[in-house]
């Protein structure tokens, strides 16, 4: 066939990399394709930044990324937080660099410029230079420039691009997930709960997203530590003993594929989804006693039993984050190159619960998505193969034919499958190729 890459970014046809039931290997592999996804994926939609737990006073900051782009979330003095280019505006210097604290106004470490929070210009160190110049320390060139940001009950997304729909019509059906997660807390409200667990793959950042709702892995590359686990349990517990934590958070890893089947997948547009609805790995933990007694004093028993009915595994806000709301945990995508991802991991409290809770929150990050976990190297380890085996000039094509075809749409933009459909990489390739070609036609614009 022919050659589908040219080296230079502008002449690759991206169109062609993606068909409706299968991929182009190159997508994975090609530094230039990369390069492309930085800047009409993640330069042009909405890209979570952090939770506003993270900022929650005047002074605060967070620093992150979006694509390849430095910012800061902020908290102002006016009470509003506000995500900015984390760089000076006279010489272009990072303005932090570390990850998160408290300060009384951003300095430069450079030539001495101060800015407040909301990104305006405080001070120069001997202003009168600039008299009867063009700089004008009133105008915006003398900020820091601000990005588009919008919280949806806490969580803020901020994006490059000025023309982007709204937050909420962007999350469509994946809105939900967060209001679920949310509405799980006594208070109604979340909060970031200590540090991040940040670690690197040594794979492209799309075999993870990717994985997060493929239903058929999990009985496959989790024997080693989900089988293994359950064996040891069967083993070594006395029949009426309790199911200690730790097993009853491993060991549905390597259910049936039938109960997988069950689960189903939901996807929706721009690439978003969540697995799981009615059941999930989550759906048999033990009861927490305290933690109902107090959902049923701030909401009603009927209204508890609607929340608590709502079981997802995974939920996608494509590209660059997942949530599992049954356990309060977060993760966050940050590319690093085409065969460089980190993942960061991160776990909230329910304000309002008791601690058992957060407890067991953080023990399902060890356990599962910590840097040192038991579950996650199986997964890692099936990347790391992806990425090599994928440079391989044996086939071309990456299959998504699973099912293909018998997706059931509930409504406009939302679609149903079982659990062991790909109906979920047709989704999120469908969203790719809408960015990466529409962002070449801007690009000649």
């Not at 039931?21 to 930044?49: G, Q």
């Not at 701030?298 to 039993?305: F, H, I, L």
């Amino acid at each position: 066939m022919a050659t589908l890459i040219d080296k230079r970014p502008a002449t690759i046809d991206v169109a062609s990399l993606v068909e409706p039931d299968r991929t182009h290997r190159s997508i994975y592999t090609d530094p230039a394709i990369f390069d492309l996804e930085m800047d009409r994926i993640w330069h042009r939609t909405w890209i979570y930044v952090g939770h506003e737990s993270q900022v929650k006073e005047p002074g605060e900051y967070y620093a992150t990324t979006i694509g390849r782009q430095p910012v800061l979330l902020t908290r102002s003095s006016d009470g509003k937080f506000y995500v900015l280019h984390n760089r000076c505006a006279h010489k272009g210097a990072l303005l932090v660099g570390d990850h998160c604290g408290k300060a009384k106004e951003l300095r430069c470490s450079y030539h001495g410029w101060r800015f407040d929070f909301d990104g305006k210009l405080l001070g120069i160190p001997l202003e009168h230079g600039y008299d009867d110049t063009r700089f004008d320390r009133t105008g915006p060139e003398a900020d820091m420039p601000r990005v588009r940001a919008e919280s949806y009950r806490g969580f803020v997304f901020a994006s490059l691009n000025p023309d982007v729909p709204d937050l909420k019509s962007w999350l469509g059906g994946v809105a939900s997930s967060i209001d679920n997660m949310v509405d799980r807390a006594p208070e109604g409200a979340l909060e970031v709960a200590g540090g991040v667990m940040r670690y690197e793959h040594d794979s492209n950042w799309k075999f993870f997203i990717e994985n997060l709702n493929d239903m058929m892995h999990p009985m496959v590359t989790h024997q080693s530590s989900s089988l293994t686990a359950r064996v040891v349990a069967k083993k070594e517990l006395p029949p009426d003993a309790p199911v200690p934590s730790a097993i009853e958070i491993i060991a549905p890893f390597t259910e049936s594929y039938s109960f997988f089947d069950d689960m189903g997948v939901h996807a929706f547009d721009y690439g978003h989804g969540y697995s799981g609805g009615k059941t999930s790995i989550h759906a048999k933990y033990s009861d927490i006693p305290e933690y109902n007694r107090r959902m049923d004093a701030a909401y009603g028993t009927e209204r508890v039993a609607e929340i608590m009915k709502v079981n997802r595994h995974n939920t996608i806000f494509y590209p660059s984050a997942t949530i599992k709301g049954a356990v309060q945990t977060m993760r966050v995508v940050r590319p690093v190159a085409v065969d460089k991802t980190i993942i960061e991991s991160w776990t909230f409290r329910l304000k309002g619960a008791p601690d058992e809770m957060l407890q067991r929150s953080i023990l399902y990050c060890n356990l599962i998505n910590s840097s040192a976990n038991l579950v996650g190297p199986d997964d890692q380890e099936n990347y790391r193969r992806q990425q090599v085996g994928l440079h391989s000039t044996g086939e071309d094509w990456v299959t998504m034919h699973r099912d293909f075809g018998k997706d059931e749409e509930i409504e406009p933009g939302h679609f149903y499958a079982r659990g062991s459909s790909d109906i979920s990489f047709r989704n999120q390739y469908r969203a790719w190729k809408k960015y990466m070609t529409e962002g070449a036609r801007q690009d000649v614009r």
